[in-house]
């Protein structure tokens, strides 16, 4: 597939796995930090013939390293957050109109049209900064729904617009601005979906997603919490319709690795390092060993159990300095 576009007509496996080799073959050479991470670990780039040998990325090398391959400069870096002393992560976009094409193509496959939506963003941490990928997502989608918008924490302006609007709703949300809202006015929210992304970032207490669910199911009257799966480091998100349970879109993967060694890749439904294959990157890196913990069940979708002990990571560091 040598057109980035062509990544949207994948139907199966074994198409994904042939664009997968394909951009593999390509970024070993042309992104100096892959290139560098696989000579270390001993991985001859010609030798890997199947998806399932290919090296994912640290991706820490994206706070350390400039991971881009592109031929012309990035119209945007995105920049993770991160809180005091912390160095964020980079992630050049070689291309906006690719990113925007992505998110909404990857929205359509489990929530249809956004213009049958109305998008309400609760972001007040990302939208003080700059360089949030999630608030450029936001922000576009809600202009394609047509209705929604940012409300920071300004919860008696986003109840009173909620409860006027007459469309499906979604309220896409930081997981402790969720848990703020839940806790400080406890409001029943019909016709909507509750989608958390984004952690307590150090602002609440870290809890079980069981038991966070429960919190927000119980004060917000619904079923079930949706879940968005992203990261700056990523073009593509997977979504979840509820019960932590997390499934991609057709150009994006996810596999559980053994976290001492990071070359194992466990069976399903074993608990290990999340590895996501996200062929969207096709400028930067498509392979990324994440900090993430999880399983992977046997039809592609997995589960996200937290941030991994850094104490019991082994060898994954190579380049970091």
Same mark, same amino acid.
């Given at each position: 597939?040598?057109? /980035?576009?062509?990544?949207?007509d994948?139907?199966?496996e074994?198409?994904? %796995? &042939?664009a997968?080799?394909?951009?593999? &073959?390509?970024?070993a050479e042309?992104c100096? =930090? ?12 010609e030798?890997?013939? %199947?998806?399932?040998k290919? =090296?994912?990325?640290?991706i %820490?090398?994206?706070?350390t ?20 002393g @912390?160095?964020?992560s980079?992630?050049?976009m070689h ?6 094409r992505?998110f909404?193509? /990857? !929205?359509? +496959?489990?929530y ?6 109305s998008?309400?963003?609760l972001?007040?941490?990302y939208?003080? &900064?700059q360089g949030?990928?999630l ?26 617009? @909620?409860?006027t609007?007459?469309? =499906? $709703?979604?309220?896409?949300?930081v997981s402790?601005?969720?848990?703020d ?6 409001? $029943? ?6 989608? %958390?992304?984004g952690? @307590?970032k ?5 809890l079980?997603?069981?038991? !966070?669910?429960k ?12 879940s968005?799966?992203? @990261?700056?480091?990523? +073009?593509?998100? /997977?979504y979840s319709?509820?019960g932590n ?10 596999t559980?690795r ?10 399903a439904?074993? &608990?290990?390092?999340?590895n ?14 994440t ?6 069940? =046997?039809?592609?979708? !997995? ?12 060898g994954?560091?190579?380049?970091v300095?």
């Amino acid at each position: 597939m040598n057109n /980035a576009c062509e990544i949207f007509d994948i139907k199966t496996e074994r198409e994904f %796995e &042939r664009a997968a080799l394909e951009l593999f &073959r390509k970024q070993a050479e042309k992104c100096p =930090p892959y290139r560098e991470y696989l000579s270390l670990i001993g991985v001859n780039p010609e030798e890997v013939d %199947e998806y399932e040998k290919i =090296p994912h990325l640290p991706i %820490e090398l994206f706070k350390t390293h400039d991971v881009y391959c592109g031929d012309d400069k990035p119209e945007a870096v995105f920049t993770s957050s991160a809180t005091t002393g @912390m160095t964020p992560s980079c992630h050049p976009m070689h291309s906006l109109a690719h990113y925007e094409r992505t998110f909404r193509a /990857a !929205f359509r +496959t489990f929530y249809g049209e956004p213009s049958r939506w109305s998008l309400y963003a609760l972001l007040p941490n990302y939208l003080r &900064r700059q360089g949030s990928s999630l608030v450029y997502m936001a922000d576009r989608l809600i202009r394609e729904c047509g209705s929604g918008g940012f409300y920071l924490d300004d919860y008696d302006r986003l109840l009173h617009d @909620m409860a006027t609007d007459p469309k =499906p $709703k979604i309220l896409l949300g930081v997981s402790y601005a969720l848990w703020d809202l839940a806790e400080k006015y406890a409001p $029943k929210l019909p016709d909507t979906i509750i989608m %958390e992304t984004g952690g @307590m970032k150090g602002y609440r207490e870290e809890l079980p997603k069981e038991e !966070f669910h429960k919190i927000l199911c119980t004060a917000f009257g619904v079923q079930e919490i949706h879940s968005e799966y992203g @990261m700056a480091e990523l +073009t593509s998100q /997977a979504y979840s319709a509820g019960g932590n349970r997390f499934r991609c879109p057709a150009w994006m993967r996810v596999t559980a690795r053994d976290i001492n060694d990071p070359r194992d890749l466990l069976p399903a439904g074993t &608990r290990g390092g999340l590895n996501v294959t996200d062929l969207a990157n096709r400028w930067s890196c498509a392979f990324i060993e994440t900090q993430d913990a999880g399983r992977v069940f =046997p039809d592609g979708s !997995f589960e996200v159990a937290g941030r991994i002990d850094h104490a019991e990571i082994r060898g994954c560091n190579l380049l970091v300095q």
